[in-house]
C-alpha cells in the first residue's frame, strides 16, 4: 500500500505541473497576441499622420553596452550597436528615387535630385519653383521647362565662354569664386568639370535673385552659398583672405561702383597675390559704373590683363611694394594680427599682403596634417562600413562639414563624386577662435565661416549629408541646442541623413529629440575605438515632415 499512495501523490503533483505548464502557456500567448495588436495599431497610427516610420529606432539596437561602470549613471539605458546601420538609415543613404514630403518650408513635395553628373543638365522643376520662373525670365533663355523637369540649354556655350576666359587668365586656377551664380550654377559647373573647384555666391536680393540662382545650383548640386556679395547690408563674403585663384562676375548685376568701391575691395582681400578678376558683360549701369570699376581697380594696383570681347580682366599685384595709386587710394586695412571678424561689414580699406616668399611648413604642422589625414580616413572608412551606401557613387551630392576643423572629413572623400561645404564655426561674435579655414583653401577644398547660433545662409533643402563633430560640445554654452537641431532639418532633404559624433551623454539628447519631436529613425554605433570610448556616432535619418507641416497637409 505505501507503494499505491506514492503513486496517487505522484499523479497529483504531475496533474497540477501540467495545469500550470498550460495556464503558463496561455497567458505568454495572450500577451504575444496583444503585443502584436498594440504595435500594429501604433503602425496605424502612424500612417494617418503620413510618417514612413522604420522597424528599427534609437533604443532598440542589435546589442546592448554595459555603460555602468565607465559612463555617467543617466547614459544607463541607451542602447548602441556595432552592426550594419538599420534599414531606414540604409534607405536614406541609398535612395535615389522620389523622398517623402519635405519638413522645409519652400515645398510639401520634394522628388530627390538627379544623380550626378545627369543633375548638372537636368533638375525637377517643382524643387525650385523660383529657380525655374528666374529660368523662364532670363534674356538669353538659358534653361527650358520641360514637363516636371527643368533642362539647362547653355552646356555648348558655358563651355565656349570658359575657353575664352581661362585662355585670356592664362595662369592655373585651382580654386575660384563666383559672384552671382552665373546661369544657376552652369559656370561653376564647367570649371569643375575642368578640375577647378568653383563655389558660387549670391545676395539673396536684386535684380538676379541670387536666392534663386543659389538654390538652382545647389539642386543641381554645385558648391554654392547666400551671401551680401551686393547691395546692403555690405557684409564680408564668408571666406578667409587669399583663398581663391580667380573671381567672376558674369552679368552678376553688383553695383561694383557704389560705396567707394568696396565691393571690390572685398573681392581684392578674398583673392590670392597674383589672382584675377573677371568681368564679363556690359556693366548694368553703363559708362558711369565702367568708369568707377577702372578707377577701383588702379586705387588698389590691379593690373588690366586683357579686354576683348566684352571680358575684361584684371590681375591683383603680388605685392604692394612699390604700390602708389595716388592720392586716392584707399587706406591700408590695420589690425590684421587681430581675430578675423567674418562677420563684419566691408572695410573701405585693402587688405596688406604679407611680401616675400610664404615661409616653409613647419616639421610640426605637417605632422600634424599627416595624422588628422589618417584619423578621418580610418572614420570614413568606419562610416561607410555601417551605412555602405555612403561610399556607392551617385548616391549623395551635397555634403555639409558643420565642424570642419583642418577638412579631415572632405579630404577623406576627395575620390568621391561629392562636394563637402567645410565650415569653420565661429565660437563668438563672429570671431574664429581658431582659423582653420586658409588651411582647408590650401589643401584643395572649399568651405566658409558660419556661427551656428544663427541660421545658415542657404536655401531649405540644399544637402543630402549633414556631418557635425563635436559641434554640439563646442556650443553647449553658447545657444540652445534645438535650435541647431531645427536649422538642420531646415537644410536636409527629405529621406537624407545625419551623422553627428560626440559624447553619449549628449547623443541620449540629440536621441530624444529626433525621435520624439521630429520623428527622425536614427541608431548610435560605437566609434574607431570601440565601446570604452565615450564618444560615439549618431546616424540619423529625416523621414518625412514635423508635426507643424502635417496640421498644415491636413
Given at each position: 500500500m505505501p507503494n499505491a499512495g506514492a503513486a496517487r501523490r505522484c499523479g497529483r503533483a504531475t496533474h497540477v505541473d501540467l495545469l500550470t505548464v498550460v495556464l503558463a502557456a496561455m497567458l505568454c500567448w495572450a500577451s504575444y497576441t496583444l503585443s502584436i495588436w498594440h504595435n500594429s495599431r501604433g503602425a496605424a497610427d502612424s500612417s494617418v499622420l503620413g510618417l514612413v516610420v522604420g522597424a528599427t529606432v534609437c533604443g532598440d539596437a542589435d546589442e546592448e553596452l554595459d555603460f555602468e561602470a565607465r559612463h555617467a549613471a543617466d547614459d544607463a539605458g541607451l542602447s548602441v550597436s556595432s552592426g550594419p546601420a538599420n534599414s531606414r538609415v540604409r534607405r536614406a543613404l541609398s535612395s535615389s528615387g522620389p523622398a517623402p514630403a519635405a519638413a522645409g518650408t519652400t515645398v510639401s513635395r520634394y522628388r530627390a535630385p538627379f544623380p550626378w553628373p545627369a543633375s548638372r543638365?537636368?533638375?525637377?522643376?517643382?524643387?525650385?519653383?523660383?529657380?525655374?520662373?528666374?529660368?523662364?525670365?532670363?534674356a538669353n533663355k538659358w534653361a527650358r521647362v520641360d514637363g516636371d523637369m527643368l533642362r539647362f540649354t547653355d552646356a555648348a556655350a558655358v563651355r565656349a565662354y570658359a575657353?575664352?576666359?581661362?585662355?585670356?587668365?592664362?595662369?592655373?586656377?585651382?580654386?575660384?569664386?563666383?559672384?552671382?551664380?552665373?546661369?544657376?550654377?552652369?559656370?561653376?559647373?564647367?570649371?569643375?568639370?575642368?578640375?577647378?573647384?568653383?563655389?558660387?555666391?549670391?545676395?539673396?536680393?536684386?535684380?538676379?535673385?541670387?536666392?534663386?540662382?543659389?538654390?538652382?545650383?545647389?539642386?543641381?548640386?554645385?558648391?554654392?552659398?547666400?551671401?551680401?556679395?551686393?547691395?546692403?547690408?555690405?557684409?564680408?563674403?564668408?571666406?578667409?583672405?587669399?583663398?581663391?585663384?580667380?573671381?567672376?562676375?558674369?552679368?552678376?548685376?553688383?553695383?561694383?561702383?557704389?560705396?567707394?568701391?568696396?565691393?571690390?575691395?572685398?573681392?581684392?582681400?578674398?583673392?590670392r597675390p597674383g589672382g584675377y578678376w573677371v568681368h564679363s558683360g556690359a556693366p548694368a549701369n553703363g559708362t558711369h559704373e565702367r568708369a568707377a570699376i577702372e578707377a577701383a581697380a588702379?586705387?588698389?594696383?590691379?593690373?588690366?590683363?586683357?579686354?576683348?570681347?566684352g571680358v575684361t580682366v584684371w590681375q591683383k599685384p603680388v605685392g604692394h611694394v612699390g604700390c602708389d595709386a595716388g592720392e586716392n587710394s584707399p587706406r591700408f586695412c590695420a589690425g590684421q594680427n587681430k581675430k578675423f571678424k567674418w562677420d563684419s561689414d566691408v572695410e573701405p580699406c585693402i587688405t596688406p599682403i604679407q611680401e616675400g616668399a610664404a615661409p616653409p611648413r613647419e616639421a610640426s604642422a605637417a605632422e600634424a596634417l599627416r595624422r588628422d589625414s589618417e584619423t578621418w580616413t580610418r572614420r570614413v572608412a568606419r562610416y561607410k562600413a555601417v551605412a555602405t551606401q555612403l561610399g556607392q557613387k551617385g548616391r549623395l551630392r551635397n555634403l555639409l562639414d558643420m565642424n570642419a576643423r583642418r577638412g579631415g572629413f572632405a579630404a577623406a572623400l576627395a575620390d568621391d563624386p561629392v562636394w563637402v561645404m567645410s565650415v569653420v564655426p565661429a565660437t563668438g561674435g563672429g570671431d574664429t577662435d581658431t582659423d582653420t579655414l586658409p588651411a582647408i583653401y590650401d589643401r584643395g577644398l572649399i568651405g566658409a565661416y558660419h556661427d551656428w547660433c544663427e541660421p545658415l545662409p542657404t536655401p531649405a533643402l540644399s544637402y543630402d549629408l549633414l556631418h557635425a563633430d563635436s559641434l554640439f560640445t563646442m556650443y553647449r554654452d553658447r545657444c540652445d541646442m534645438e535650435d541647431i537641431l531645427l536649422e538642420m532639418d531646415?537644410?536636409?532633404?527629405?529621406?537624407?541623413?545625419?551623422?553627428?559624433?560626440?559624447?553619449?551623454?549628449?547623443?541620449?539628447?540629440?536621441?530624444n529629440f529626433f525621435t520624439d519631436r521630429m520623428r527622425w529613425d536614427c541608431q548610435i554605433f560605437d566609434g574607431e575605438d570601440g565601446s570604452d570610448d565615450r564618444e560615439k556616432i549618431l546616424f540619423a535619418a529625416k523621414t518625412c515632415c514635423n508635426d507643424e507641416d502635417r496640421d498644415q497637409e491636413q
Open positions: 543638365g537636368v533638375v525637377w522643376a517643382g524643387n525650385s519653383a523660383r529657380g525655374a520662373k528666374a529660368a523662364a525670365a532670363a575657353y575664352v576666359v581661362l585662355r585670356l587668365v592664362a595662369a592655373p586656377v585651382r580654386a575660384a569664386v563666383d559672384v552671382g551664380a552665373m546661369h544657376g550654377g552652369s559656370w561653376a559647373a564647367e570649371l569643375m568639370s575642368r578640375g577647378v573647384v568653383t563655389v558660387s555666391v549670391a545676395a539673396p536680393w536684386g535684380a538676379s535673385d541670387g536666392a534663386a540662382l543659389v538654390e538652382l545650383a545647389l539642386e543641381r548640386g554645385v558648391p554654392a552659398v547666400l551671401a551680401a556679395a551686393g547691395g546692403a547690408p555690405s557684409r564680408r563674403l564668408p571666406f578667409p583672405a587669399g583663398a581663391f585663384d580667380m573671381a567672376h562676375c558674369g552679368r552678376c548685376l553688383v553695383p561694383w561702383h557704389l560705396h567707394g568701391g568696396r565691393f571690390l575691395m572685398e573681392i581684392d582681400r578674398v583673392l588702379a586705387s588698389m594696383c590691379w593690373r588690366s590683363v586683357a579686354d576683348q570681347n531646415r537644410i536636409l532633404r527629405p529621406g537624407r541623413a545625419v551623422i553627428i559624433r560626440d559624447d553619449i551623454a549628449i547623443l541620449a539628447r540629440i536621441k
